[in-house]
Nanobody, 126 residues
């Protein structure tokens, strides 16, 4: 079992910044990839960014490229999402997720992850 706990969400004005954290505990040795997704009201959960745990290779949704940065602290089993130049359309609940080598799926699909955190709300005001 793996537990994922997100933190760092909140209310921020447009143009501001937030840093989300996700702490993984439990069977962390099996982590292959960590991802961040977000879900706005009445919308499907959407890919934001992902990072391969060992190589550090990163991927981003086009909507956040150049504004968001995903990183990880390998020793502490923490993945971060630094969000800069926030826009009102970034408002959503943000979830972190984990995959193992056997999870399957693609890094940009929810099916590519098997454990999810509870989510943290990010609200960007105009």
């Amino acid at each position: 079992q793996v537990q994922l706990v997100e933190s760092g969400g909140g209310l921020v004005q447009a143009g501001g910044s937030l840093r989300l954290s996700c702490v993984a505990s439990g069977r962390t040795f099996s982590i292959y990839r960590m991802g961040w997704f977000r879900q706005a009201p009445e919308k499907e959960r959407a890919f934001v960014a992902s990072i391969n745990w060992n190589s550090g290779t990163t991927y981003y949704a086009d909507s956040v490229k150049g504004r968001f940065t995903i990183s990880r602290d390998y020793a502490k089993n923490v993945v971060y999402l630094q969000m800069n130049s926030l826009k009102p359309e970034d408002t959503a609940v943000y979830y972190c997720a984990r995959s193992t080598p056997s999870t399957g799926g693609y890094y940009y699909n929810v099916d590519g992850y098997d454990y999810w955190g509870q989510g943290t709300q990010v609200t960007v005001s105009t």
